[in-house]
Every structure is written in structure tokens, then in C-alpha cells.
């Protein structure tokens, strides 16, 4: 019999059919038998799931939070209730960590509907932001795109650069060195690859994780990170010209009147965590009496101020 870590992949690999790269990539730098829960029937893994640790910027505070992925059931054993019985050993397991939220991005739409029933709810939305390639540009003489290819990155100040510019939005999941490290790879596996634009004295003012969808002539950006608009802008045009592409598409937080598409869900493992730093950062708009006896799904979206859109999440390996 395969080992446990041979099945789950095998589950893998048949439940999600992803790219052969990609498999080796998450199960030699992502996967850990310790982040993994598994239900058995007659000694095979027929359902897995991981949780992997992240960690929660939270309008400045630190909080420990899960993501669960590679939620997979064999399509032979589906219906059968094995998954249901997976989360909630997942809840047991979430806790037992400490974990105060736990999120998680539905593979498909209908999965929307299905995580509900577990007591999710939809937190983190995504909107396009897109810039067409200008017949004329201004180009400052100071600013320069580079490609950052592995060995040569210098990871370091890559993510001294990607945690700084996280971290002043609302709300969102920090990204280890390693992280980072994963995220690279998986993008110049799929093409792309990720772009910072520099000054003479080689500091960086942009970052931007790139697609290339060479049949359209277009990029997508999974996560765009820049100083102001006019660097942006700049940015965009010199990937554009790169790219010899005609229009960037970049995901970006809903917190405009732009059209939003709901991206991910969350629930709460410890209500009270998020409850005290919400009314830290909201003072006098409600007690802690009057948040505990909420629906605990309107209580998730309250405490991650999903009506303001405030929410992120970008570089998941979804």
C-alpha cells in the first residue's frame, strides 16, 4: 500500500488535475503530514485536507489563522459524508492549534453554497483594475523593470518590500520568505513570473506577480503592489511593453464601487479573538454582549468588515 503522503497526492492529482510541476512543488515545499487530516475506508485515503498556518495582519495586530486547501474526496466516494466528518475534525484540529479564524477559497461557485452548510461565509471579495497599453508614455529615466529569477532573487529584500506593502491594507494574510519562495517558482513554472520595478539605486517601488495569456495578449496579475498611482501606471507600461501585451488585468481589493466577485470564505474558531480586536479598532459601536449574540456567520463578516470590503487575501496557491 501507498504511503499516506503517495495517497493524498494521488487524490490530489486525481480530484483537481493541476499541472504535474505544480503537484511536485506543493508536496516537496508546502505539504507537512502534521497539516494534513485524512478519513480512511478499508485502509485508503478516500478524503484529505490540509491546514496550513498563516498569520492574520489584522489593522496592525497579529492574529494566528488556518487556511484549509486540497479539500478532496474520490469521486466514487462522494455523498457518502466523509468530507463533513473531515471538517469537522478540522474545526477540533483548528482549535487545538489556536487558530482563531479559519479560510478557505471554493474550488468552484456551487462549493459557495456547500461550505455554507459548515457555517462559512463569503469575507473576501476581488475586483479588476486595468490598464491598456498607451500609444505614447512618459518614461522616467529612474525607474526600470526587472524579472526576478530564482537563484539569483534576492528573497530577503523581496519580501522586506511584499510584507511592507501588505501590511497597510486593513485587513490580509502575511507571507513568509518561504512563501514567497513557492509563489516565484509557481509562476515562472506557469509562464509568468513575478516583476519588480527599481530606482538607479536598485530599491524597489512596484512588485507584481505576472500571467501572461499570450492567445489574448493579455496580463493578469495575481498581486500588484506599487507606491501611488503615477508609479503604477508607469509600472503598467513597462510591463505592457514587455509583454508586448495589450491590456494588464490586476486583482485587487473590492473596496471600490467596481464590480466585486466573492473570492473567499471564513469562519470563526475563537469568536472572541476577533471580537476584542474588532471593538479595539471600533470603539463604542457595539459590546462584546451584543457581538456573541449574533448569528455566528453575520459575526464573521461584522469582525472582518466584509460590508467595507476591508479584506484580502492574494498568493494563496489557489
Same mark, same amino acid.
Given at each position: 500500500?501507498?504511503?499516506?503522503?503517495?495517497?493524498?497526492?494521488?487524490?490530489?492529482?486525481?480530484?483537481?488535475?493541476?499541472?504535474?510541476? *505544480?503537484?511536485?512543488?506543493?508536496?516537496? &515545499?508546502?505539504?507537512?503530514?502534521?497539516?494534513?487530516?485524512?478519513? @480512511?475506508?478499508?485502509?485508503?485515503?478516500?478524503?484529505?485536507?490540509?491546514?496550513?498556518?498563516?498569520?492574520?495582519?489584522?489593522?496592525?495586530?497579529?492574529?494566528?489563522?488556518?487556511?484549509?486547501?486540497?479539500?478532496?474526496?474520490?469521486?466514487?466516494?462522494?455523498?457518502?459524508?466523509? !468530507?463533513?466528518?473531515?471538517?469537522?475534525?478540522?474545526?477540533?484540529?483548528?482549535?487545538?492549534?489556536?487558530?482563531?479564524?479559519?479560510?478557505?477559497?471554493?474550488?468552484?461557485?456551487?462549493?459557495?453554497?456547500?461550505?455554507?452548510?459548515?457555517?462559512?461565509?463569503?469575507?473576501?471579495?476581488?475586483?479588476?483594475?486595468?490598464?491598456?497599453?498607451?500609444?505614447?508614455?512618459?518614461?522616467?529615466?529612474?525607474? *526600470? +523593470?526587472?524579472?526576478?529569477?530564482?537563484?539569483?532573487?534576492?528573497?530577503?529584500?523581496?519580501?522586506?518590500?511584499?510584507?511592507?506593502?501588505?501590511?497597510?491594507?486593513?485587513?490580509?494574510?502575511?507571507?513568509?520568505?518561504?512563501?514567497?519562495?513557492?509563489?516565484?517558482?509557481?509562476?515562472?513554472?506557469?509562464?509568468?513570473? +513575478?516583476?519588480?520595478?527599481?530606482?538607479?539605486?536598485?530599491?524597489?517601488?512596484? !512588485?507584481?506577480?505576472?500571467?501572461? @495569456?499570450?492567445?489574448?495578449?493579455?496580463?493578469?496579475?495575481?498581486?500588484?503592489?506599487?507606491?501611488?498611482?503615477?508609479?503604477?501606471?508607469?509600472?503598467?507600461?513597462?510591463?505592457?511593453?514587455?509583454?508586448?501585451?495589450?491590456?494588464?488585468?490586476?486583482?485587487?481589493?473590492?473596496?471600490?464601487?467596481?464590480?466585486?466577485?466573492?473570492?473567499?470564505?471564513?469562519?470563526?474558531?475563537?469568536?472572541?479573538?476577533?471580537?476584542?480586536?474588532?471593538?479595539?479598532?471600533?470603539?463604542?459601536?457595539?459590546?462584546? @454582549?451584543?457581538?456573541?449574540?449574533?448569528?455566528?456567520?453575520?459575526?464573521?463578516?461584522?469582525? +472582518?468588515?466584509?460590508? &467595507?470590503?476591508?479584506?484580502?487575501?492574494?498568493?494563496?496557491?489557489?
Amino acid at each position: 500500500m501507498n504511503s499516506r503522503k503517495e495517497q493524498v497526492i494521488d487524490l490530489w492529482r486525481t480530484c483537481f488535475g493541476d499541472p504535474e510541476p *505544480f503537484i511536485r512543488l506543493f508536496f516537496e &515545499q508546502v505539504y507537512r503530514d502534521e497539516y494534513t487530516l485524512t478519513w @480512511e475506508r478499508k485502509g485508503r485515503v478516500v478524503s484529505a485536507l490540509q491546514i496550513l498556518p498563516y498569520t492574520l495582519c489584522y489593522y496592525g495586530e497579529m492574529i494566528p489563522v488556518g487556511y484549509i486547501c486540497g479539500v478532496s474526496t474520490l469521486p466514487e466516494e462522494r455523498g457518502k459524508g466523509y !468530507m463533513k466528518q473531515l471538517m469537522a475534525q478540522a474545526e477540533v484540529e483548528l482549535k487545538r492549534r489556536g487558530l482563531a479564524l479559519a479560510t478557505l477559497i471554493p474550488a468552484e461557485p456551487w462549493l459557495f453554497d456547500y461550505y455554507a452548510r459548515m457555517g462559512y461565509t463569503t469575507t473576501f471579495d476581488y475586483a479588476w483594475k486595468s490598464y491598456e497599453l498607451a500609444e505614447r508614455a512618459e518614461s522616467p529615466t529612474d525607474l *526600470f +523593470l526587472q524579472a526576478e529569477r530564482l537563484p539569483d532573487a534576492d528573497l530577503p529584500a523581496l519580501h522586506t518590500y511584499l510584507d511592507r506593502k501588505l501590511r497597510e491594507r486593513p485587513i490580509c494574510l502575511l507571507h513568509t520568505v518561504a512563501d514567497l519562495k513557492v509563489n516565484l517558482i509557481d509562476f515562472w513554472q506557469s509562464g509568468g513570473g +513575478l516583476f519588480t520595478l527599481r530606482d538607479t539605486a536598485k530599491q524597489i517601488s512596484g !512588485m507584481a506577480f505576472v500571467l501572461f @495569456e499570450a492567445e489574448i495578449h493579455e496580463l493578469l496579475i495575481k498581486e500588484w503592489l506599487t507606491e501611488d498611482e503615477s508609479t503604477a501606471h508607469h509600472f503598467a507600461q513597462l510591463l505592457l511593453r514587455h509583454f508586448q501585451a495589450k491590456r494588464v488585468l490586476i486583482k485587487s481589493p473590492a473596496t471600490t464601487a467596481a464590480e466585486r466577485h466573492p473570492f473567499a470564505m471564513a469562519h470563526l474558531v475563537d469568536p472572541d479573538v476577533l471580537c476584542r480586536a474588532w471593538l479595539r479598532h471600533h470603539p463604542g459601536a457595539a459590546s462584546m @454582549e451584543e457581538l456573541r449574540a449574533m448569528p455566528p456567520q453575520l459575526l464573521t463578516q461584522l469582525v +472582518l468588515d466584509y460590508p &467595507q470590503r476591508a479584506a484580502f487575501l492574494s498568493l494563496m496557491l489557489d
